[in-house]
């Protein structure tokens, strides 16, 4: 059951992208998830990014660690490189990858125990260390592969699906991203597709740590009532800041807007992202506001999403490190081993 391939036959009128791939060349294997389960969403919102956004598979690399949430890099992307790391290692495995071969797209795809329990400590050094990666953390409170038990990011006072009520302060990804210096946060939920697929293509775009938290119900073990990673809760609670259009650097502006009715910024590669505010008092571009807000607004039980958080110049660790802007797995031997003259002389430097 685990491994059931799609069948390969297209339909030969499927759309296709600027560099000639359809929409189906960035599925991958049919998944086994249950039915109706949040993550499938995040499959599919990160399919029609990647498709909108003309990459080209095999320049992806994704990687995950263990969980139902990242046995999905199986459903996506069948074309790309792709690593199911140990539970909780992802992102060091990532940080390695990305400093091997600089130029593939990494997307880190987690869950909330693989990152906020076993790997917080990985999750940590990956944003502080500003791996230019998409980290995305598929949150649905609980351990859904191992049936159910609360997870790190489960809300104090929420109920299992058998009535315990968790007793044990929740821990806020958002909230550590934007404190360990992530440069691109957001918090999506896995039922609003026209929100997701935005951010996820801003975050591709983006030079530094992007990160999303997407709230993704496990309607397995964490849909009822008193729980608050429900698809009904979430709904009920959504405090969205901002919509945002993502547009490429190749895109033709095609929609004008009225004076201050968006705020755009530029990111480095060209691409913009346009906010329409929903909420006269957020701005973006402030870290420590933006922590303030989210806080404010998740003590009165809301659910705040959107594009929290962003630095348009941020740099990553190849920049950090000043490292060759010939990926290191192109480098020849004599580059990467220069001889013992060489080595000689950095000891010098350094006595
Ligand atoms: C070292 C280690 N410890 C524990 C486990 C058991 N285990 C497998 S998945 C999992 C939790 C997964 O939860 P999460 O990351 O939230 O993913 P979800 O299934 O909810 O998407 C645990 C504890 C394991 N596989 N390896
Ligand atoms: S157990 Fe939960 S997280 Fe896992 S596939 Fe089922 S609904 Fe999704
Ligand atoms: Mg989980």
Redesign the pocket.
């Known amino acids: 059951m685990t491994y059931l391939a799609k069948p390969r036959l297209h339909h030969p009128s499927l759309t296709e992208n600027k560099v000639g791939y359809t929409r189906r060349d960035y599925e991958g294997k049919i998944s086994t998830?249950?039915a109706?389960?949040?993550?499938d969403s995040i499959s599919a919102a990160i399919i029609q990014a990647c498709w909108e956004l003309d990459i080209e598979p095999h320049r992806v690399a994704k990687l995950s660690g263990i969980g139902?949430?990242s046995k999905t890099p199986d459903y996506f992307l069948g074309a790309s490189h792709g690593f199911n790391t140990v539970h909780g290692r992802m992102p060091s495995v990532l940080t390695g990858a990305n400093l091997a071969n600089r130029e593939l797209l990494y997307l880190g795809v987690s869950g909330d125990g693989d990152s906020a329990s076993i790997g917080l400590g990985q999750f940590a050094h990956a944003m502080r260390r500003g791996v230019n990666m998409v980290y995305i953390v598929e949150n649905?409170g609980?351990y859904?592969?191992t049936k159910?038990q609360f997870s790190a990011t489960a809300d104090q006072g929420s109920k299992s699906k058998k009535g315990v009520v968790n007793s044990d302060n929740p821990l806020d990804l958002v909230a550590l991203a934007l404190q360990l210096g992530a440069s691109y946060v957001a918090r999506g939920f896995s039922g609003d597709k026209a929100q997701l697929v935005p951010l996820i293509k801003g975050a591709i775009a983006h030079g530094g740590a992007a990160f999303i938290d997407i709230v993704s119900p496990?309607?397995?073990?964490?849909n009822h009532a008193g729980s608050t990673k429900s698809y009904d809760y979430v709904r009920e609670h959504n405090e969205a800041v901002s919509r945002i259009d993502f547009i490429s650097a190749r895109d033709e502006i095609t929609t004008s807007y009225a004076p201050g009715e968006v705020v755009e910024v530029v990111q480095h590669d060209g691409s913009s992202l346009r906010f329409r505010k929903l909420r006269e008092d957020y701005d973006p571009t402030d870290r420590y506001a933006a922590l303030s807000y989210m806080n404010a607004h998740q003590a009165r039980g809301e659910v705040v999403t959107g594009l929290l958080y962003l630095d348009p110049l941020a740099t990553d660790l190849h920049v950090a490190l000043n490292t060759s802007e010939t990926p290191l797995n192109r480098l020849d031997a004599s580059s990467l081993c220069p001889g013992a003259q060489a080595l000689d002389k950095v000891n010098q430097s350094l006595r």
């Open positions: 998830l249950c109706g389960c949040g993550h139902c949430s649905n609980v859904g592969l159910g496990c309607v397995a073990f964490n």
